[in-house]
């Protein structure tokens, strides 16, 4: 891989080499393939219910947001919410202003934050690598599970990987032009990633152009540089401008328990100690990051046999820097989330989209493979539920998991899509004459991203979060306060658009709770509540207190 091999004239960069022109022919993004991965960002983006706690408890606190009209601030069933910065709840208000509250208004941020994601490294490829090898890159990134998940979950994840990735692609267009106006973009960008998550939007932008300014041995450079960054006054008041407002209206509205809530506990102390049992060994990320970029992790492979001659090319070493520092410093994290490893694997997917392009016919039938892995993984357990439920330790999750929704359309789907896997990995020569050697793995993978968005996430969405989903509907027709008896479950608030605080209830109130939990109680309390509601585990009761 080299950044000379499709030069196309612009400023020479300070490693000698030419460095690209981003005209705006070269920006320019073929129609064809942004409805492509628009289709694909939305399709059936409502199908499955609010999956708890993440989406639940988002969901829940813009609900809230909206109800109260105050857009400074976030509650959660009523008490001060600091987990994350405001952009993510003000994206999805305006989206369910225009929509109405419902599954497919709430995760509509996300999905166009993974189009705009895949269209960024789009554009960033392509004068750099060529027209195949960022279409490659697009439509790898866009089907790769990882995305697929963060892409259609209501949370801030997808929007802080958009903004990333438009950070650290403008950090690098400037680095190699000193033009000034990528590098007040980088700062801009990550303002508003200040906003949408916190400090790792600075972060990981800051340590990937360190690391390769490091490791380029030239300090006359990195000194030049990081002058220019420091005194780019116009810079730095955009990042102020955009993300200090927020942050000195929350300071001043909340004080120290802004300061412990949000920047203590859920970013120095999820750093230094497992929080909520997310903890993992140094190793974690390292079997997490493949299962992220199936059906695309065997070019995981190839990018890790040709590591020395892409560290050779100074784009080459800046995406494994970038992607290396990453799963370097979150490895050493205390609180290990699978989605903290996407913060870096955007390069990566730029390098295999590289190794796409030479790939042969082993590693066409190894991405074959990978994909019937990924069909796998949500087709095979649905097939053999009925049997692995006994195995299941817990009685609660046993019986949510019993009287399990038809799989039949999931099951053909999938059987389907593994034949045109297959088909398309054993089509002889003659038939994929004149085709990129991408084309059929690409095509197989669109396959499979189709089957799990259109029967894989809807069925099990349905399997685990149906019961919840009908109780908080059947709540909502109730005058009743409600509450949640030992368990955790924000979406059903959202579903009974009413705050739903976590407490034993009271006499005359509603509780969603576990049918196991009502089996444990004392005896006298064992007449004490009406069951309103019941479905596989899950009851919505009214209590009416002891006798």
């Known amino acids: 891989m080299s950044t000379s091999s499709t030069p196309r004239g612009g400023a020479r960069p300070p490693w000698g080499g030419p460095a690209p022109a981003e005209s705006r022919i070269h920006r320019r993004i073929p129609w064809a393939l942004a409805l492509a991965l628009l289709l694909l960002a939305i399709f059936q983006l409502g199908a499955a219910p609010l999956f708890d706690v993440d989406e639940g408890a988002f969901s829940e606190a813009t609900r809230e947001m909206l109800q109260s009209g105050d857009w400074g601030h976030t509650t959660l069933n009523g008490e001060d919410r600091f987990d994350k910065p405001i952009l993510v709840y003000w994206l999805q208000a305006a989206s369910v202003g225009l929509l109405g509250l419902n599954e497919f208004a709430l995760r509509l941020p996300s999905a166009l934050c993974a189009w705009g994601w895949a269209l960024a490294l789009f554009v960033f490829a392509r ?22 998940a963060i ?3 209501a949370t801030a994840d997808a929007l802080l990987n958009f903004l990333l990735v438009l950070t650290v692609c403008d950090a690098w267009r400037w680095l190699e032009t000193e033009q000034k106006a990528p590098l007040r973009r980088a700062f801009a960008w990550m303002g508003l990633g200040l906003l949408a998550k916190g400090p790792v939007a600075v972060l990981v932008p800051v340590a990937a152009g360190g690391v390769w300014l490091i490791t380029a041995w030239d300090w006359r450079l990195a000194l030049r540089r990081i002058g220019q960054a420091v005194g780019d006054v116009p810079a730095w008041l955009l ?10 209206y929350a300071l001043n509205r909340h004080g120290q328990a802004f300061i412990d809530g949000f920047f203590v506990r859920h970013n120095l102390a999820r750093y230094s100690s497992a929080m909520e049992q997310h903890g993992g060994g140094v190793g974690y990320y390292l079997a997490v990051l493949p299962l992220l970029l199936l059906p695309w992790a065997p070019l995981l492979a190839a990018v890790v046999w040709r590591a020395k001659a892409h560290w050779r090319d100074p784009l080459g070493r800046f995406l494994l820097g970038w992607g290396g520092f990453v799963l370097v410093f979150f490895s050493l994290s205390g609180t290990k989330l699978p989605h903290y490893v996407l913060y870096g694997a955007t390069p990566f997917v730029l390098l295999m989209a590289i190794e796409l392009e030479r790939c042969g016919q082993a590693m066409r039938w190894a991405l074959a493979v990978s994909a019937l892995i990924l069909l796998a993984l949500f087709v095979v357990p649905a097939w053999l539920l009925p049997w692995l439920l006994p195995l299941v330790p817990k009685p609660e999750y046993r019986a949510l998991l019993s009287h399990a929704p038809a799989a039949l359309g999931l099951m053909i789907a999938g059987t389907v899509a593994a034949g045109v896997v297959i088909g398309l990995a054993a089509a002889p020569a003659r038939l994929r004459e004149g085709l990129a050697p991408s084309a059929t793995p690409l095509l197989s993978s669109c396959v499979v991203a189709l089957v799990l968005l259109g029967f894989g996430l809807p069925w099990w969405g349905t399997l685990l979060q149906g019961p919840v989903r009908e109780a908080g509907l059947h709540a909502r027709q109730r005058p009743e306060v409600a509450v949640q008896w030992k368990l955790h479950r924000p979406s059903f608030a959202v579903y009974r658009e009413q705050p739903t605080p976590r407490r034993a209830p009271a006499p005359g109130e509603l509780a969603l709770v576990n049918v196991e939990h009502l089996k444990k109680l004392p005896a006298n309390d064992a007449n004490a509540y009406d069951i309103e509601f019941e479905e596989r585990g899950i009851a919505l009761i009214r209590w009416r207190g002891a006798r």
Not at 239 to 248: D, K
């Open 239 to 248: 990042l102020i401008g955009i993300a200090a407002p927020w942050y000195a």
């Open 151 to 153: 892409g259609r979950a």
């Open 127 to 148: 004068p750099r690598l060529g027209d195949r090898v960022a279409v490659s890159a697009a439509l790898m990134l866009a089907t790769s599970l990882g995305v697929l």
